[in-house]
């Protein structure tokens, strides 16, 4: 059953390649609103995009963790 989830997940990747690209711009834009020198902005847009990252890798375990349990009960 997780194969099956990775198989389906794998085909919906293709609905989200902008995603990476749109991390990056948001924390760009959001740290150069708060911050005028270029290494702060640099060093607050790496810990934005850091913390994104491992929030959104976690739902995505979550879920899949979920996923995989209901699976079997079903």
């Known amino acids: 059953m997780l194969a099956a989830a990775l198989v389906l997940l794998a085909s919906d990747l ?3 390649w902008h995603l990476p690209i ?3 711009l948001v924390n760009l834009v ?3 609103s708060r ?3 270029l ?4 060093s607050h847009a790496a810990r934005g ?5 491992i929030f ?3 739902v995505l375990l979550l879920l899949l963790g979920l ?3 209901l699976a079997r009960w079903m």
């Open 67 to 69: 996923h995989h349990v």
């Open 22 to 24: 749109m991390i990056v």
């Open 39 to 42: 290494r702060q902005i640099a």
């Open 14 to 16: 293709s609905l989200y």
């Open 49 to 53: 995009i850091l913390y994104i990252v």
């Open 35 to 37: 911050y005028d020198d």
């Open 56 to 58: 959104l890798g976690g």
């Open 30 to 32: 959001y740290s150069a």
